[in-house]
């Protein structure tokens, strides 16, 4: 099942997460007062309408950050989980799809982790049978767009995301990861030369196949 299908099923399920859950966290910090039970269900809907707007973006940059595609799901709960602890501290300083881009990339970096400690753990042969089972050319081209970007180290890769793929313009980008301007600009320009010297590889490669 494809990334649009997915997400469309779990919407459901976030719903009924948001529900079942934003107003017992938050009741700690919203207080007993006469306004809590107010506050509770105008957070759940805000969440609701988070969630609709933006999943998507959420649910490709996980993709393209690395999250294997049986995590996925799992890192789309946590970071609409720390979304939900945090939307009420969210002041509007930020843009919202770059403050849920941090969230996530954050999210993806433990998985990813995770996954390597998994990987290590697993023969190089049961790892093939799994990815042979990937569907159609969506899944190809977004296997092969995640094993270019992954020439990139972390740094790199984040950055590429948000301003080629995200469009996302470099203060932008520099709020979500925390560094100067300046420094998004060069982990940008070493990213495109990097991915232009493995496309290059690439290309030498296919025409010697064939001829």
């Known amino acids: 099942m494809g990334p649009a299908a997915r997400t469309d099923v779990s919407f459901s399920a976030a719903v009924s997460f948001v529900e079942g859950n934003l107003p017992t966290k938050l009741s700690s910090r919203v207080g007993s007062g006469p306004g809590s039970r107010r506050r509770a269900p105008a957070m ?15 649910w490709r940059s996980l993709v393209r950050l690395g999250v294997p595609d049986h995590r996925v799901d799992d890192a789309m709960h946590d970071t609409f989980l720390v979304v939900a602890r945090r939307l009420e501290e969210f002041e509007g300083r930020a843009n919202l799809r770059t403050w849920l881009f941090a969230i996530a990339m954050r999210v993806a ?3 990813r982790r995770d996954a390597a400690r998994e990987r290590k753990r697993r023969s190089r042969v049961a790892r093939e049978q799994v990815e042979a089972h990937e569907p159609h ?8 767009l995640r094993e270019i970007l992954s020439v990139l180290d972390d740094d790199q890769r984040a950055v590429f995301i948000m301003a080629e793929l995200e469009g996302m313009t470099a203060p932008e980008i520099a ?9 998004v600009y060069s982990r940008l320009r070493l990213a495109r030369e990097k991915l232009s010297r493995v496309l290059a590889r690439s290309e030498a490669r296919s025409r010697r196949n064939a001829r």
């Open 44 to 58: 759940t809907r805000q969440l609701e309408k988070v969630y609709r707007e933006h999943h998507r973006f959420v």
């Open 109 to 111: 970096q433990g998985i």
């Open 137 to 144: 050319a969506r899944a190809d081209a977004a296997r092969t």
């Open 175 to 183: 709020a979500v990861v925390g560094v100067k301007v300046a420094t």
